[in-house]
């Protein structure tokens, strides 16, 4: 099975620190995605990306960012965190082209704490 | 943009008993697929079925079933046999084409298997 791997379950940060949150996938998958989780909101993606360097704006793209240097790998980026980006974060990753149908594989979710 | 809409924020079920969580959607596109998901406590997103918007045969899957109703955009989820394991938030989600342009999910039902 395809497993997609985020690097923290739980983490704290201050108002204002730079914050990544890593993911990895261990299959190949050339899609990779953010998702951010909310009480009575849902999923929301963030961002997505197709292959390596390059990157795609989600929902909901403002105060993130994200890289892709290696395929396995995506990061998303909070620039400057705040607090209003305390929530539950979720990568995911497809095979590209009609890997979609067959649904994602998620990670297990960080969740982001910011004071 | 497509919207997916969970109208039961909340539902409860006596085990061994049937329930089915409400989905509909709103697309202009003819090719797509839908999905529902569980996330346990545990946080891990578990793909529970999927539906090809072309096959008008509904989707089962052991005791989960759906009923799709293209024409409606309509795609409720059965669970037949409740079991204490299905207590879970629910999602459902919607992805276009091929699905590497991410899903879009509804806000979730959370269910409760009563003993």
């Known amino acids: 099975d395809v497993k997609v791997t985020q690097s923290s379950r739980y983490l704290v940060k201050r108002t204002g620190e730079k914050v990544f949150l890593e993911c990895v996938q261990d299959?190949?998958?050339?899609?990779m995605f953010w998702y951010r989780q909310d009480p009575g909101l849902g999923l929301r993606l963030i961002y997505f990306?197709?292959?390596?360097?390059?990157?795609e704006k989600g929902d909901i793209p403002e105060g993130y960012s994200v890289s892709r240097e290696k395929k396995e790998r995506f990061s998303l980026i909070l620039e400057s965190a705040s607090t209003n980006q305390t929530s539950m974060y979720l990568c995911?990753?497809?095979?590209?082209?009609?890997?979609?149908?067959?649904?994602?594989?998620f990670g297990s979710g960080t969740r982001l704490t910011v004071v | 943009a497509q919207t997916v809409t969970q109208s039961q924020p909340e539902m409860s079920v006596q085990e061994a008993e049937t329930v089915t969580l409400s989905c509909t959607y709103d697309t202009s596109e003819s090719d797509y697929y839908l999905f529902w998901y569980k996330q346990p406590p545990s946080r891990q997103m578990i793909l529970v079925i999927r539906q090809e918007a072309y096959k008008q045969q509904n989707a089962t899957e052991n005791r989960f079933s759906v009923n799709f109703q293209k024409a409606a955009k309509s795609f409720s989820l059965k669970i037949s046999d409740s079991q204490l394991g299905d207590a879970a938030m629910y999602f459902c989600a919607y992805g276009s084409g091929g699905g590497a342009d991410g899903l879009t999910f509804g806000k979730g039902t959370h269910l409760i298997i009563q003993p």
């Open positions: 990306s197709y292959d390596v360097k390059m990157k």
């Open positions: 299959m190949d998958h050339e899609n």
């Open positions: 995911a990753s497809i095979i590209g082209g009609t890997g979609g149908i067959r649904g994602y594989t």
